[in-house]
Every structure is written in structure tokens, then in C-alpha cells.
């Protein structure tokens, strides 16, 4: 599967952002999409992640409460939506996708990193 992720930008703290993730190539019924950060200094973490049947979510601790996934299955397309940003939010953002069974849980989420990248998406909160 290949996926192709936009919607980064120059943004104040306290704006909105929705980042998009179109995926192409393969039939995504056995998939869990993912968005990833990368923020300066620190670890890759997941942010939130979403199976494509079913539509079950995960979303980190971190960013709960502001941020929110979601999919078109019509489009093919997955959606990180960002409230309430802070200059913390600052990072690249990054969606991947990979076969996916059980329930999505910050011990499992990581398994979609063995599957397909999307280029990155930067994303600048200023305060």
C-alpha cells in the first residue's frame, strides 16, 4: 500500500489543523492506519491510530482530548484531526498503515510502523 500524507502548516497555538493520509494499492480491509510525530530532540511516538474495518481508534494520552482519526473509506483517505495546538505539537507528521488484528492499544499501535511510510508532513505551532 502506498499513502501519500498533506495538510502540515504554519499554525498559532490554539488553531486547528487536519492532516490528511490518502492510501492507494491494496484492498485496506485488514489495515490499521497510524500517525506518527516526530518531534525535535524527542522519540517517534504514535499519536493515534485506526483500524479500517470497524473503525476502532486509539489515541495517545498525550493528545487526547485534541486530537481525533478518522477514515473515508470512499476516499481512501485518513484524517488526524488537531484542536487546540500547542507549541508542543510541533513535529513531522507521518501516517503508516499495516495488516492489523486485535484491539488498538499503545502496546500494539507500534506493529504499524513494519508496514508502508507516507512522507512526512511538518507541522509549526507558534506560541
Known amino acids: 500500500v502506498q499513502l501519500q500524507a498533506s495538510g502540515g502548516g504554519l499554525v498559532q497555538a490554539g488553531d486547528s489543523l487536519r492532516l490528511s493520509c490518502i492510501l492507494s494499492g491494496d484492498s485496506l480491509g485488514s489495515y490499521a492506519v497510524a500517525w506518527f510525530r516526530q518531534r525535535p530532540g524527542k522519540d517517534r511516538e504514535a499519536v493515534a491510530a485506526?483500524?479500517?474495518?470497524?473503525?476502532?481508534?486509539y489515541v495517545a494520552d498525550s493528545v487526547k482530548g485534541r486530537f481525533d482519526i478518522s477514515r473515508d473509506s470512499a476516499k481512501n483517505t485518513a484524517y488526524l484531526q488537531m484542536n487546540n495546538l500547542k507549541p508542543d505539537d510541533t513535529a513531522v507528521y507521518y501516517c503508516a498503515a499495516n495488516r492489523f488484528r486485535g484491539p488498538l492499544r499503545a502496546s500494539t499501535v507500534g506493529s504499524v510502523t513494519s508496514g508502508s511510510w507516507g512522507q512526512g508532513t511538518l507541522v509549526t505551532v507558534s506560541s
Open positions: 485506526i483500524t479500517w474495518y470497524g473503525g476502532s481508534t
